[in-house]
């Protein structure tokens, strides 16, 4: 935690009484990817235009490079800014979109073209260079948006929510293409997204927001094998909800214990006539499964509940109807205000 | 599209061929009988004795001094209105305040109420009774110059402008111009740049009805020019010629209606060709 590049600390923004940012304090190392992760509604947008000056805070302190930039407008902060919808500028075509904050800043012809040429050639649409906007696919004006927004080689790359309005087959492998061209141009960057996945993938640092406040700051390892709220864990992976109840062998709880998360790698399923040294498990019945290659996930009902389990797409399959042993081998347990992992008695 | 296409299979298939035949002739009885033959008829009186009299009643001194003072008047309002309806439209589209939408509806006031009643009010406020004219006399001189008639049409025509550009201000949005200020264009750089191109053929098509209603406007104009070859406008010089009832003067009205009726063309020609084009931009941009 040396080199902080971006921080933000005790920040407050609030809309007509509307709390919209809490107490945001949170520090990004020079040359990470961080990404803002939370529901839709949860404030991500209004830090980012915070950070970017384009909304003021209430109070609190925005830095980048150790200097509190508070007071210096927009124009001045030197970061690359790409919007949700991208905001590319309809009626100019994408030589001019990108060379646009290079006309602003007076750069030379020249130059101008030069760098253009550059950056178009990076995100591969040099063909592309006299079509419109409304002429392009979506990752292409995503590429678009991302050129334009560092032509003039900010320090800072924020981006709203940058694969929303991608088609989802395409949008793993925008993903990919994203985090290297960050990497490659080495620009401290800050994305927002709902889409946990799209967070794990992307991220070193994951900051998760809820209800304008943070829940939790950590890599995406910490964030999935150890979160600090129920929240988080039910945001980061999913995770089947169930009462405490006294049916799942192995475990005893408490009377505080308000909820049982289990996520489906921890469910162990085994035919009957296999482990025969298992102690803790209940029976279950195979209600349907559904094969997708790697894997396949089997839904079972269990003592009246329904639990998903995943099987190797590989192994001999179960089928639809037989009865199995279910072993859970380790889940969180949620209380008022605090969440706990617990092992089975079994495999501690 | 398609769905009118699919509309109209529909209502055919259920033999409903009688009825679309009826409604077309009705709409072309109409338009005909309301529109086309008056118009027709004008133009046909303006023609009739050749056109060496139509000229020499385009150069009687009266029309010519008429011509003028409409293409002036309807100069100064269109500037006037331009300026003052991008202005409006701006405040309204980009900013929130309290009142947006008494300022919104008010803005329809000259499209709802007659324009004599507020000529007169103009009379009551700026002529030589009016309460607030000695602040004003030494600019509007109001009873009976040029400038009541210009204040009148600037009032008739102000919401053309911005009634045009508030629905394609709204449409685009403010994400354009955000973008551009955080990439460091200033204000003046943000307008002509970005807002100005998005919004020109809406302009021009609210700048060809404006210009369209000044060239023809009566009531307002009449209520407060009284003078003939000073203050007189095309249309109240053309009523005017039309009074006397003289067959001379008769025929000279129908030369100064045609010579309206020509520039009117000329204008509906401009806003139709505004017009496609918003229109073929619309649908490129729905070919996303
Ligand atoms: N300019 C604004 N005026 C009023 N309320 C706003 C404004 N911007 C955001 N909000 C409110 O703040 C909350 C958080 O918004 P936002 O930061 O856009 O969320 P997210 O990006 O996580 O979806 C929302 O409830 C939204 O209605
Ligand atoms: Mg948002």
């Excluded at chain 1, 960050?182 to 209800?211: P, R």
């Excluded at chain 2, 009449?222 to 009832?245: C, H, K, N, Q, W």
Aim: net charge positive.
């Amino acid at each position: 935690m040396s080199d902080i590049y971006i921080k933000m600390q005790e920040v407050d923004k609030a809309f007509h009484g509307f709390l919209a940012s809490q107490n945001i304090t949170f520090g990004i190392e020079k040359g990470h990817i961080a990404a803002l992760l939370g529901p839709s509604g949860s404030g991500k947008t209004t830090i980012l235009r915070m950070i970017a000056g384009l909304t003021q805070p209430d109070c609190g302190q925005v830095c980048i490079a150790g200097k509190c930039i508070n007071h210096v407008p927009a124009n001045k902060r030197d970061i690359g800014f790409v919007f949700q919808n991208y905001s590319l500028f309809r009626h100019m075509n994408i030589f001019d979109n990108v060379a646009f904050g290079l006309k602003v800043k007076k750069k030379k012809k020249v130059e101008i073209n030069r760098r253009v040429t550059e950056l178009l050639e990076l995100v591969g649409l040099s063909n592309l260079r006299e079509c419109y906007p409304y002429q392009l696919s979506g990752g292409q004006r995503q590429r678009v948006a991302f050129a334009r927004a560092v032509a003039t080689n900010p320090q800072v790359l924020l981006l709203d929510e940058p694969f929303a309005a991608i088609d989802r087959q395409i949008r793993k492998e925008l993903r990919v293409w994203l985090r290297d061209m960050i990497k490659k141009l080495g620009i401290t960057s800050i994305f927002v997204t709902h889409d946990q996945e799209e967070a794990m993938e992307l991220a070193d640092d994951i900051i998760v927001i809820n209800q304008g406040k943070i829940e939790q700051i950590g890599t995406p390892f910490q964030l999935y094998t150890n979160p600090k709220s129920v929240f988080v864990a039910n945001f980061i992976g999913d995770a089947m909800k169930f009462e405490p109840e006294e049916w799942l062998a192995g475990f005893a709880f408490d009377k505080q214990v308000e909820q049982v998360l289990i996520r489906t790698e921890n469910v162990y399923v085994f035919r009957m006539d296999e482990k025969p040294e298992l102690k803790y498990y209940n029976i279950g019945i195979i209600n349907s499964v559904s094969y997708y290659g790697s894997y396949s996930e089997l839904y079972i009902s269990c003592q009246g509940k329904s639990i998903i389990a995943r099987q190797a797409g590989s192994a001999e399959q179960l089928c639809v109807g037989e009865e199995v042993k279910v072993h859970i081998r380790e889940l969180f347990v949620c209380f008022k205000n605090d969440i706990e992992k617990m092992v089975n008695r079994e495999d501690v | 599209m398609a769905g009118n296409e699919e509309l109209g299979n529909i209502v055919r298939k259920k033999h409903f061929d009688a009825g679309r035949a009826l409604l077309i002739c009705i709409s072309v009885l109409f338009i005909g009988s309301m529109l086309v033959l008056p118009l027709g008829t004008v133009i046909y009186n303006a023609l009739r004795n050749g056109w060496k009299v139509l000229f020499s009643a385009w150069r009687a001194p009266y029309t010519i001094s008429a011509l003028k003072v409409t293409l002036y008047v309807a100069l100064v309002s269109l500037c006037v209105n331009t300026v003052f309806g991008i202005a409006a439209a701006w405040c309204l589209t980009k900013y929130d305040f309290r009142g947006k939408q008494i300022l919104l509806s008010m803005i329809d006031i000259p499209l709802s109420c007659s324009p004599v009643i507020v000529a007169l009010g103009y009379i009551m406020m700026f002529g030589r009774m009016g309460w607030a004219a000695p602040m004003v006399d030494w600019i509007i001189q109001l009873p009976y110059s040029i400038n009541g008639v210009i204040l009148a049409t600037i009032f008739v025509t102000f919401p053309f402008v911005v009634r045009e550009i508030v629905p394609v201000l709204n449409a685009i949005g403010r994400e354009e111009e955000t973008a551009a200020a955080q990439m460091g264009a200033g204000g003046a750089a943000i307008f002509l740049k970005i807002t100005m191109p998005n919004m020109k053929w809406a302009l021009l098509s609210g700048m060809s009805m404006c210009t369209a209603r000044a060239l023809g406007e009566f009531g307002a104009v009449f209520a407060l020019a009284r003078s003939r070859g000073e203050t007189f406008t095309l249309p109240l010089e053309v009523d005017a010629l039309y009074m006397t009832g003289r067959k001379d003067s008769v025929a000279m009205a129908f030369a100064a209606a045609f010579l309206l009726i020509l520039l009117d063309v000329t204008i509906l020609a401009v806003k139709n060709i505004a017009e496609y084009i918003t229109k073929k931009k619309k649908v490129d941009e729905a070919f996303e």
